[in-house]
């Protein structure tokens, strides 16, 4: 599997939770690697990235809430998810692409290369 995401569940309003994307060794080596959800009824959308580089790029709806980083050692990608919102709740997926995308293209499912398969977030009271 070459990216496997995990740590979806049930939180309440303003809790937390942290998603894990564990990758091969070869897809973590992407450029870049990104969080990406879905929730019913609606397309997929951007959620945050982090480059080879650690440089890192959030929606501006998840802005101060999320944190993306990376575990190099375990070839894992973390979302850590704050304050969460009953808008939150979504199929959460992690992606690579192995181009160097500008900033503008982070945020189009159409420029990764790789999928894993998702994890229910569900955040209700």
């Known amino acids: 599997v070459q990216l496997q995401a995990s740590g979806g569940g049930l939180v309440q309003p303003g809790g937390s939770l942290r998603l894990s994307c564990a990758a091969s060794?070869?897809?973590?080596?992407?450029?870049?690697l990104g969080w990406f959800r879905q929730a019913l009824g609606k397309e997929r959308e951007f959620v945050a990235a982090?480059?080879?580089?650690?440089?890192?790029t959030y929606s501006n709806s998840v802005k101060g809430r999320f944190t993306v980083s990376k575990d190099i050692a375990k070839n894992t990608m973390y979302l850590q998810m704050n304050s969460l919102k009953p808008e939150d709740t979504a199929i959460y997926y992690c992606?690579?692409?192995?181009?160097?995308?500008?900033?503008?293209?982070?945020?189009?499912?159409?420029?990764?290369?790789?999928w894993g398969q998702g994890t229910l977030v569900t955040v209700s009271s």
């Open positions: 982090i480059r080879r580089g650690r440089d890192t």
């Open positions: 060794e070869r897809t973590f080596s992407s450029n870049v």
């Open positions: 992606a690579a692409s192995v181009s160097s995308l500008i900033t503008s293209s982070l945020s189009i499912p159409e420029s990764y290369h790789t």
